[in-house]
């Protein structure tokens, strides 16, 4: 075992503070990852907080994980020591149901491990990237390319994958219109991962405030959502709207906006149920969806897609004694676009 450093909620709603954790030893098809960055995503505040429900403490969140390989278990082919590789959300998985089989681990039904918050096949809690260092198995692991900064490169292991899958999935191209509801850590890489895709984006914000990041992110058009002309000007214009946003939304109003066969597709999720009226789908055979994160090669394929377009989140270095500031921050939107642990200062 190694002990080593890290930021912790000892308790539901705590203030996260510092501590030492364990690490396992390096097991056959193991690498330890040096971590040197760590992105805060919303959901490490929902988890530490119990807003998602029961969880365990003391609880290392961090599923944005980019660092580099100091050693490898003897049977690991994929990596070597000094590679640079990131690891998100899955730390396992039971590679063996139709999910895992076909790539889509994130839906495992034989029991999934989640990088934190989760227990672990040895029977141990998993816990996050807010530390020093972190074993991981090589399937669960992604390469960095080197065209990425470590540092920006973080925020795409949870933020990157979970705006890129669905894109991919629906179709976001060249001659397709396409929608980002919220312009926050998701938001931004939507519009970034969307205009890549040759998309033409369009940013549906609640106000203009963000109106100029926007399209300079490569956004075409932005509109304020607390306008109801947003609504009339924008009807049957878009073949897919990816919303990013966990507040409560008028689901019909926002599919009004939808084109005939096309889809809203949901990653933010409100806490408490929605109400819809079911003629806003079927008039215009239109889809209301899901999708959470994405598997482990789609993972990859998407680091690839963002090293060649040159994509990085765009990030607030802080320090781990920031990371409480950080999470108020976050609750008020108040961050451009996301916050990074330099872990260097844990
Ligand atoms: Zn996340
Ligand atoms: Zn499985």
Redesign the pocket.
Known sequence: MTTVSAYAAPAAKAPLERTTIQRRPVGEFDVLIDIKFAGICHSDIHQAREGWGEAIFPMVPGHEIAGVVTEVGTGVTKYAVGDRVGVGCLVD?????E??KVGL?QH?????VGTYNAIGKDGEPTYGGYSEKVVVDENFVVRIPDGLSLDVAAPLLCAGITTYSPLKHWGAGPDKKVAVIGLGGLGHMGVKIAHALGAEVTVLSQSLRKKDDGLKLGADHYHATSDPKTFEELAGTFDLILSTVSAPLDFGAYLSLVKTGGALVNVGAPEEPISLNLFSLIGGNKTLAGSMIGGIAETQEMLDFCAEHGLGAEIELIRADQINEAYERVLASDVRYRFVIDTATI
């Open positions: 998985s039971c590679r063996e149901c999910n895992c681990e495992c039904t034989g029991g999934g």
